[in-house]
């Protein structure tokens, strides 16, 4: 086959077959339909000729197992969507879910083939069904690399990971010529759906890579991450992963208002380089992201002190609620650590829907039959204890270190609202709220009541970390669901 290798580079980007390259092992990718063409013979389309009509599909290996692949050909066609262009990618999945491996996109196209009018957009139609199809059953991922418009997004946005590229990708409804027109609103291309937008507010996008080829590694190692289908199993040990006391024993500040990093804390868990994470310049407010334990796959859930005292928000909880339900799916176990003020408070976030947000995170842990083993690091206060995978919610085991705090709500907030009257008005108002602050602090911030009422099943060193959430996770390892009522499904706060 010939490629117009040559007229994609001059956009700046990479062919369809070299970023097939890229992403499977050398030599390893197999063709299929490679002879279909459209069958319009509309507008100047008579006799028209375009290879495999502007889409490559097949098969290929990326560290020895098997996934299918679609990527559009910006060359034939501006990679535009014709009635022929979308039964294959819709045939691609189809045929991912039969063979029970994950479906890679690589999305570059000018969106439906205009010529092809409403048979194109079957084509799309055809490509939403089965991206539904499919959720949960084998893993999907798209990778941006070029425009992405219209209805051409939601393919994209149907799919579990959406992989950006600085500076290539664009995805919008409708462009920036449109934009203006009807909302007389002067915007570019980048700011209406470039990478940093998407990666960074939209939420959209769930991995960011300054070039086509950090992307591609970057997919590569998500799926060193993830199981290949719901049905491969996470635990799966590496005998040669040693047990380790973890280097955490000073990462908690003594002052109970400092921040720090919980990615420290994760690093030094988790095995040697094995954390990915997902949408990590979105909602850092929390962390998620895939790891391994002695060789265990698992997804991991964490508040981040260090932006906004790690407060749940409305996109924290999509965040997170969307990525328990990723690892549910597919029978990840779930860490969830723990340090949290509470759900933020405040007109512009209820206005948001913080309730509806919020409401996803708890609806996603109890639905969520997943091993799911809990850390209380430090905080865990009012609703938000709640959400963050406690007992209540379905937690298998749940750990605290000694300076877990878990209550209603922090000393100060709690001292003002259960003695505002006796301190009204005090010349020693001052001293009273210092004493009511140290019997508040003393009676509830240490996992100690929770232990007793069995909310936390053991208080643990740092330093055993590791080796803990490794033999609880191993005890879970043959977990099976306790039936839920006879129902077709819940219907999930979205
Ligand atoms: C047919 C198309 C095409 C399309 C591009 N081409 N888009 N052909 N249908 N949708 C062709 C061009 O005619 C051109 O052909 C070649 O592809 C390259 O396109 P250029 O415009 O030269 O490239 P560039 O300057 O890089 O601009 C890229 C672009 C622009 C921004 C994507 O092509 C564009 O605006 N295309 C139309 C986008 C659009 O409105 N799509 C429909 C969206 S609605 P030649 O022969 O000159 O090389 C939609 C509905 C889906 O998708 C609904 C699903 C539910």
Redesign the pocket.
């Known amino acids: 086959m010939q490629y117009d290798l040559e007229k994609q580079h001059k956009?700046g980007k990479l062919h369809a077959i070299e970023r097939i390259d890229l992403l499977v092992d050398r030599g390893s990718f197999v063709e299929i339909d490679s002879g279909v063409s459209h069958d319009c013979h509309d507008f100047g389309m008579e006799g028209k000729q375009t290879p495999y009509d502007g889409v490559i599909t097949g098969f290929g290996i990326v560290d020895g197992k098997q996934v299918g692949i679609y990527a559009q050909d910006?060359t034939v066609?501006?990679?535009?969507?014709g009635h022929a262009h979308g039964r294959k990618i819709a045939r691609m999945i189809e045929l991912c879910i039969e063979s029970r491996c994950p479906c890679i996109g690589i999305n570059d196209?000018?969106?439906?083939?205009?010529?092809e009018g409403i048979k194109?957009?079957a084509g799309?139609?055809d490509i939403?069904f089965q991206n539904t199809i499919a959720s949960g059953y084998i893993p999907q991922i798209s990778i941006i690399a070029?425009?992405c418009?219209?209805?051409?997004v939601?393919s994209p946005g149907l799919t579990d990971f959406v992989f950006v590229i600085d500076k290539v990708s664009?995805m919008f409804v409708t462009?920036p010529k449109v934009v203006k027109a009807v909302m007389n609103e002067d915007v570019t291309?980048e700011q209406l759906g470039g990478a940093a937008m998407h990666a960074g507010e939209s939420g959209v996008a769930h991995v960011f890579s300054k070039n086509e080829k950090e992307c591609f590694q970057k997919v590569r190692m998500l799926l060193r991450s993830i199981p290949h289908c719901s049905d491969e199993h996470c635990f799966i040990k590496d005998d040669n992963a040693k047990k380790r006391k973890c280097k955490l024993d000073d990462v908690i500040p003594q002052s109970k208002t400092k921040a720090y990093d919980v990615k420290d804390i994760i690093i030094e868990t988790f095995d040697e380089d094995s954390f990915f994470e997902i949408q990590k310049e979105f909602a850092r407010n929390a962390v998620v992201g895939f790891a391994k334990l002695a060789g265990i796959k698992v997804g991991i859930v964490a508040n981040q002190p260090n932006v906004m005292g790690g407060v749940l928000n409305c996109d924290a909880s999509d965040k997170i609620a969307r990525f328990v339900n990723y690892c549910d799916a597919f029978g990840i176990p779930l860490v969830t650590m723990v340090d949290v003020p509470g759900y933020l408070p405040g007109s512009a976030e209820e206005k948001k829907g913080i309730i509806r947000h919020g409401a996803k995170v708890l609806y996603a842990y109890s639905r969520a039959t997943t091993p799911k083993v809990t850390l209380l690091l430090r905080k865990a206060f009012g609703g938000a204890y709640i959400a963050m995978c406690s007992k209540h919610l379905g937690a298998d085991f749940v750990f605290a270190w000694p300076s877990a705090e878990i209550a209603v709500m922090g000393a100060q907030g709690a001292v003002d609202v259960l003695y505002a009257k006796q301190m009204s008005g005090k010349a020693d108002k001052e001293d009273l709220r210092s004493q009511k602050i140290q019997e508040y602090n003393e009676k509830f911030l240490s996992p100690d009541i929770a232990v007793k009422l069995g909310y936390v099943d053991d208080v643990i060193k740092p330093q055993d970390t590791r080796d803990k959430l490794f033999m609880f996770l191993w005890i879970l390892r043959n977990k099976k669901a306790t039936p839920m009522p006879d129902k077709k499904h819940g219907n999930m706060p979205l």
């Open positions: 956009k910006f066609m501006g990679g535009s969507l196209s000018g969106g439906a083939r205009i010529q194109s957009l799309y139609g939403f070029g425009p418009a219209g209805g051409a939601y664009q462009g291309s």
